[in-house]
């Protein structure tokens, strides 16, 4: 009985993300993707009310736990995908199966992985642009200015 809500519970998390992914597409709330964040909790919610209803609280908390490694696994490879421009390019030689190199670099080359991270960078509202000036929004969280600022001191050094 437990294997099979758990079954139901992880189609249930990959549907949810499926359908959100549709919805928001690449849209971020840095350092997640809004398709992520409202899947993890919908998700969370009707397991919280089928657990609930159907077993005991122990089952519940298990299966937030378990939800939560899902989803905790499900943004790492999703990131890992997203920003390796080596798997980026496993990935798309995959889908071609053979391809001219030349015509490869027409689909795939620096001004787009730049015009790829400008647009993550611009959904996430990290910076501003300005006509052709591009700004840092100082306007982030705490942490987020804290981790730049470490970050530039680092690449002083």
Do not use: W
Request: proline share 1%; net charge positive.
């Amino acid at each position: 009985m437990i294997i099979l809500f758990f079954l139901i519970n992880l189609v249930f998390c990959f549907l949810c993300l499926k359908f959100f992914y549709i919805i928001f597409r690449e849209k971020i709330y840095y350092p997640f993707r809004l398709a992520e964040i409202y899947a993890y909790f919908i998700s969370n919610f009707f397991l919280i009310i089928i657990n609930f209803i159907f077993t005991n609280i122990f089952f519940t908390f298990l299966f937030i736990f378990t939800n939560s490694l899902i989803f905790y696994i499900l943004y790492h490879l999703v990131n890992m995908i997203q920003t390796s421009p080596r798997t980026k390019i496993l990935i798309d030689l995959l889908g071609y199966n053979k391809i001219a190199i030349n015509e490869y670099f027409k689909n795939y080359n620096v001004e787009i992985i730049v015009e790829n991270r400008m647009y993550r960078f611009l959904s996430s509202n990290q910076i501003t642009v300005n006509g052709n000036k591009i700004f840092y929004n100082k306007k982030k969280s705490f942490f987020l200015n804290l981790i730049s600022v470490v970050f530039f001191i680092i690449r002083k050094i």
